[in-house]
């Protein structure tokens, strides 16, 4: 007989979502499932509106990363009206999406994995939060709503709010960035740099003394991971091109163009969650499993798939990480280190675009129709590569939209990576609360955003099963 | 009857004596006086329709609400324009314009500048009593110049009466009934393909929504531009070159 245990909700994520472990009479795990749970349908819903639209429309996908959709949904409009965009249009985006990246890696780090981080995983429930956290460390969780706020304002700055800005366009940004916006950024990067590199020597710290068994079993596996770089194997956020490599650092695929994104990945349903799994399509044969072309996306393999920072302080601390990890990072757990590497590349980033008398051109715009019925953006969104695919009339309306989201790309890897923990920490029948919190943790370590996620109406694959009380198979239904 | 140099018809309202000329409205007089009466479908420059019944008033002695944008001013008349009960009246009614078509201000082309939305805020709609319609209507992107969105429109007829009454040319009416109706273009082709457009524009500034906009403006970016029908017909009519910016 079956032994169900549910973890619903999973807490501290983006979203709503649950886990299911199957155990067998003796407690060794049978399955471990991640099941998302909400649906959101922006596929359907932006049928038939103008493409000028779909900036400010699919931003509304998500509260935590709006910059993301609206740059990809830009450069997908870019793309339809064939024009490139003015430099300082570039500028400025790229200096948004560098705001995103900051803010959304202080909201993961801090306000949600920060209570297992630094309160660690077997930590007393009711104090394993935000609350207790700034209960225990007022310090850190100032400073780091300090540094998320430092984006927010970055990200304000660009597109005209913190949330939901409108001002990221087809054909570049609306409005030129002033002196003044500049020089309030300046001002605001010191105290972000020197907040990071506390929290990264802190946490390199922990990674020592607390986390061995974590970096062992949170999605300790083999996969290829998937990437922009920029010219010389550089990190890179905005542009570039998609590189792939596998979990021995050889390269698989090299500065592939986004728009072919569908030659080289597959998406399948799944029965049991509205999220699909995406998976490597040349890795799996005609009949293989999807399992077979697991990847992963986001910091994680944005550090794998990148040579370099192209920083200074970045770069040393990539040395270290790599010193830590190898030169290709297997481990899960070590998303959150990728984080804060992530974050500090992005302040340095942005001091050297400071500098740049373009940022602040008056030039921001090209104006065109329709030149294209199809057009592709990509983006590293702080969870990973996020595609926009927008097919269009003759009059700029929208006829089909395929939105790739970065946390469906790690659909595959989450799944494993439960069952990995579920496998090292579960011994017996009884599942004590502090590994329930560490299934829930290895989620955490991807920092999924679920409702951005779930978006193909009609092509939900379906099953109903009638089972036994004693968890006998009597007849199962399928529409794949 | 030629208007005499000063206005020389009492009224009160809302207690205040102003004086109206004869060929006054309630809701012209009321303007010109800074009474602020919230409104719609009226439009300085163009003939009254009085459809939106937005800017209903109480007057003494008559049994029911009256449209202060068709109702004439006389010696003496008392209007009251704000009470409880008007405003409910204006509230229920810009409700059911809510409820009526599909509007999502936080992904329109008019967010910020739109003054249906500026109404909500004005009566303090903060949420929507009759059910929702969620009608499906079609974009007609089909015009290479602008964009007309029906989920957006409000049947006020700025652009009917604007494109017949001031441009000449009658692109724009409303077929059908009722809740059934909807605006076309000439005989119900896409706006694009209407051969009596001429391109003008004057029908985009006029809208009250987002429902008629410039081709290619995102979210947020539409300004339309309602008195451009004013200083046109105070121009060709009256010889007189109005500020539009301090209408």
Known sequence: MHNTHVIDPVTRIEGHAKITLQLEDDGTVSDARFHVTEFRGFEELCGGRPFQEMPALTARTCGICPVSHLLASAKAGDAIMSVAIPPAAVLQRRLANLGQIIQSHALSFFHLSAPDLLLGMDADPSERNVFGLMASEPEVVRRGIRLRQFGQEVIEKVSGRKIHGQEIVPGGVAEPLTDDEVIEIGYKTGEAKQTTLDVLAHFESLLVTRFGGEVKNFGNFPSLFLGHVGPGGRWEHYDGALRVVDSQGAIIADDVEAARYKELLAEAGNTDSYLKSPYWRAAVGANGSPWDGIYRVGPLARLNVATHFGTMLADAALQRYRGRTGEIATSSFHYHYARLLEVLASIERIEQMLGDPELTSEFVRAEAGVNRRRGVGASEAPRGTLFHDYEVDGDGLITGVNMVIATGHNNLAMNKTIREIADAYIDGPDVPEGTLNRLEAGIRAYDPCLSCSTHALGQMPFQVQVVRPDGELLTELRRD | ?247
Not at chain 2, 10 to 25: F, K, L, N
Not at chain 2, 31 to 44: E, Q, S, V
Not at chain 2, 102 to 124: I, R
């Open chain 2, 1 to 247: 009857m030629a208007r005499p140099k000063r206005p020389n018809v009492p009224v009160v309202i809302d207690g205040h004596e102003v004086m109206a000329y004869p060929d006054d409205t309630v809701l012209s007089v009321a303007k010109r006086n800074g009474i602020r009466i919230p409104h719609l479908c009226a439009l300085d420059g163009v003939s009254v329709y009085g459809g939106c019944r937005l800017c209903v008033v109480d007057v003494a002695e008559r049994h029911k609400l009256m449209p202060a944008c068709g109702t004439a001013v006389a010696e003496d008349m008392e209007v009251h324009t704000q009470s409880r009960t008007l405003q409910e009246h204006r509230k229920l009614i810009l409700e059911m314009i809510l409820a009526e078509g599909n509007h999502v201000c936080a992904v329109c082309v008019s967010n910020g500048a739109c003054e249906l939305q500026d109404l909500a805020v004005e009566l303090g709609v903060d949420h929507v009593r009759p059910d929702y319609q969620f009608p499906r209507r079609t974009v007609d992107a089909s015009h290479p110049k602008y964009t007309f969105d029906p989920n957006r429109c409000v049947l006020c007829t700025r652009c009917v009466r604007t494109c017949s009454e001031v441009e000449g040319a009658h692109v724009w009416d409303v077929a059908g009934r009722a809740n059934g109706s909807y605006l076309i273009a000439d005989l119900g082709q896409p706006w694009g393909e209407a051969p009596s457009c001429t391109w003008c524009g004057k029908c985009v500034a006029v809208c009250p929504t987002g429902a008629l906009a410039w081709k290619g403006k995102a979210v947020g970016e539409m300004r339309h531009d309602p008195n451009l029908v004013a200083f046109l017909t105070s121009a060709r009519d009256e010889g007189e070159w109005l500020d539009r910016e301090t209408m």
